[in-house]
């Protein structure tokens, strides 16, 4: 698998970016709060980069009640669309 620059530099700064959001986080909520955060491009064959703070057993649950929620025609709501 090719990994691209870009790819590589953020690989390289997923420890801070982790750090940086959960002292967000707890300052907003006043609590530890788990993440997962995956960071990918859409070219084929593109590398994801995944960092979190929570058990990967956790983060697979997670996952999967979002897609289930997802496919069961779960409502996005619009405050949380970035762009």
Same mark, same amino acid.
């Given at each position: 698998?090719? !990994? *691209?620059?870009? +790819?590589y530099k953020v690989s390289l700064e997923l420890k801070e970016i982790a750090? &940086?959001?959960?002292?967000?986080?707890?300052? /907003?909520?006043?609590?530890?709060?788990?993440?997962?955060?995956?960071?990918?491009? *859409? +070219?084929?064959?593109?590398?994801?980069?995944? @960092? =979190?703070?929570?058990?990967?057993? $956790? @983060? /697979? $649950?997670?996952? &999967? =009640?979002?897609? +289930?929620?997802? +496919?069961?025609?779960?409502? $996005? !709501?619009?405050?949380? &669309?970035? /762009?």
């Amino acid at each position: 698998m090719h !990994i *691209t620059n870009a +790819e590589y530099k953020v690989s390289l700064e997923l420890k801070e970016i982790a750090k &940086k959001l959960e002292a967000q986080l707890r300052k /907003i909520t006043g609590q530890t709060m788990l993440f997962s955060l995956i960071i990918f491009n *859409t +070219e084929e064959g593109s590398r994801m980069s995944y @960092v =979190s703070n929570a058990s990967r057993e $956790d @983060v /697979i $649950d997670a996952m &999967k =009640s979002l897609i +289930e929620g997802w +496919e069961n025609g779960m409502p $996005d !709501i619009p405050a949380h &669309k970035i /762009i």
